[in-house]
């Protein structure tokens, strides 16, 4: 792994891991639910305008949105765990502890997964 310049004060891999999930799995949480909502509420509306929307479109709509929600949450997880794991080792953080309990908290795949490969890299 590529040697960063050591901080005056290193950041403990719990802080590390703790800021992570609030930067990375808050949002996308937030990004599923919000989608989930936002179809459900299209959903009601088209049921309580139009006769021809059913219960089947209703259900439709909150599935079609919940993908969305999860396919734009894969995209910020994507995106932010390259930028957040590069922080944590910029501000100190052991490299192999902050995997280790990464992939144990569900923040980081294991090396070599299918998931672990779908990261946006930062170019060295």
Do not use: C
């Not at 995106?79 to 309990?101: I, K």
């Not at 997964?113 to 890299?121: A, G, L, P």
Request: proline share 3%.
């Amino acid at each position: 792994m590529e040697q960063f310049h050591k901080p005056a004060v290193s950041i403990s891999v719990a802080k590390a891991i703790l800021i992570g999930h609030a930067v990375v799995n808050l949002p996308v949480v937030f990004i599923i639910l919000t989608s989930l909502g936002l179809g459900a509420l299209a959903g009601l509306v088209l049921m309580a305008i139009s006769e021809l929307f059913s219960d089947s479109g209703f259900f439709l709509l909150v599935l079609i949105s919940t993908a969305v929600g999860i396919l734009l949450g894969w995209l910020w997880w994507s995106y932010s765990v390259p930028r957040w794991r590069q922080w944590a080792l910029l501000n100190g953080a052991n490299a192999d502890q902050l995997h280790r309990w990464a992939v144990l908290t569900g923040l980081e795949w294991p090396k070599g997964s299918v998931f672990e490969k779908t990261e946006f890299r930062l170019k060295r």
